[in-house]
């Protein structure tokens, strides 16, 4: 269905839990999350509901994020039974890839055609850091995992973050060489309290070009992202830039998150409860939702941090 401001709305992100096996600098606390008593979050069936009341209004695009939904014990039956929905054409997964290997196979056989993976550094000291408790080599076997499953599409997103990987730019780009997979610089963005970050930190996704001043432009852009091709190379480098300039005239989605809120704008702490309801009425909720989606979100920069009123994993990215 179209908003009020002539987007149609074709792409829901569920966040199926807002745990996760690492702890990003930039989008959750080192002490994870407060525990939640099981009943405020959404169960099974609710989000298999609410996935079919998002099919009714238009979505046709589905993608499975959290925390981390691969820790989600009923991960593949979420995928699977999202995936049997009509209406719902496509079921994505965004994943740190550190349980993929043993996921993968299982993942692509329930129905998921694309996955994005986060990895935004391939030096292992710096991973170890950056996610407090993760392994490179997890990750990596977890991309290796993915490619052999067969997935349709297969994107590394790396968060540009000034003084952190910066310095890496090159190398993660060539991986739309070596490995045939497509790339994406993402903006750091400042959400309510990822990370201690200096104002250096925030860089623009544009210093990837300066970088790689051979990468051409590709003509049509993909979602909200500004795609590019190295010569030669079978993926393309995708630029998502929500800080340095907001791509809000081409948004096409709304967010569910694991506690049962619906979000139209990431950037808003704007939220509609939809935990509990009836099928019926939870399409009525995110109707409500999808025409109250604003036109664009607030500036955001070091010091204008998001209005989400929540870290990242409580979200879904
Ligand atoms: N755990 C999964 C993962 O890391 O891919 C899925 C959830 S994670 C919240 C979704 C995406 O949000 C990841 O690509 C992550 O890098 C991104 N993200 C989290 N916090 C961010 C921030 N402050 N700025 C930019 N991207 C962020
Ligand atoms: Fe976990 Fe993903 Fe957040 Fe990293 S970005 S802490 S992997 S939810």
């Given at each position: 269905m179209k908003d009020g401001f002539g987007r149609e709305i074709t792409y829901l992100r569920l966040s199926?839990?807002?745990?996760?096996n690492l702890r990003c600098r930039y989008c959750m606390?080192?002490?994870g999350v407060c525990k939640r008593a099981h009943d405020e979050m959404l169960t099974e069936d609710e989000m298999i509901s609410a996935v079919e009341a998002a099919a009714s209004l238009g979505i046709t695009k589905l993608r499975v994020t959290g925390?981390?939904?691969?820790?989600?014990?009923n991960v593949l039956s979420i995928c699977r039974r999202a995936a049997a929905?009509?209406?719902?054409?496509e079921v994505c997964l965004t994943t740190n890839?550190?349980?993929?290997?043993?996921l993968a196979k299982p993942l692509r056989e329930a129905g998921v055609s694309r996955v994005n993976i986060s990895v935004d550094t391939l030096d292992p000291e710096k991973y170890a850091y950056m996610t407090r408790r993760g392994t490179l080599a997890d990750a990596l076997a977890g991309i290796d995992a993915a490619l052999a499953a067969g997935f349709e599409r297969i994107k590394l997103n790396a968060v540009l973050i000034g003084g952190f990987n910066d310095d890496e730019i090159r190398p993660i780009a060539e991986l739309t060489r070596t490995l045939g997979v497509d790339v994406r610089f993402i903006e750091l963005m400042p959400m309510y309290d990822g990370g201690d970050f200096s104002?250096?930190?925030?860089?623009?996704?544009d210093t990837v070009l300066e970088k790689l001043p051979e990468a051409v432009p590709e003509s049509e852009p993909d979602g909200v992202a500004r795609l590019f091709r190295l010569p030669g190379a079978k993926g393309r480098l995708g630029l998502i830039t929500p800080v340095s300039s907001h791509f809000c005239a081409r948004c096409n989605r709304i967010r569910l998150t694991a506690d049962g809120m619906i979000k139209p704008?990431?950037?808003?702490?704007a939220e509609i409860c939809i935990k509990g309801l009836t099928r019926d009425e939870m399409a009525a909720k995110m109707r409500e939702a999808v025409m109250s989606k604003p036109e664009r979100h607030d500036e955001l920069s070091y010091s204008e941090r998001?209005?989400?009123?929540?870290n990242m994993n409580r979200i879904g990215g």
């Open positions: 199926i839990t807002d745990r996760c606390p080192d002490e925390g981390e939904p691969l820790v989600k014990k929905v009509e209406g719902i054409r890839a550190t349980l993929l290997p043993e104002p250096s930190a925030y860089i623009k996704a704008c990431l950037h808003s702490p998001s209005g989400a009123a929540r």
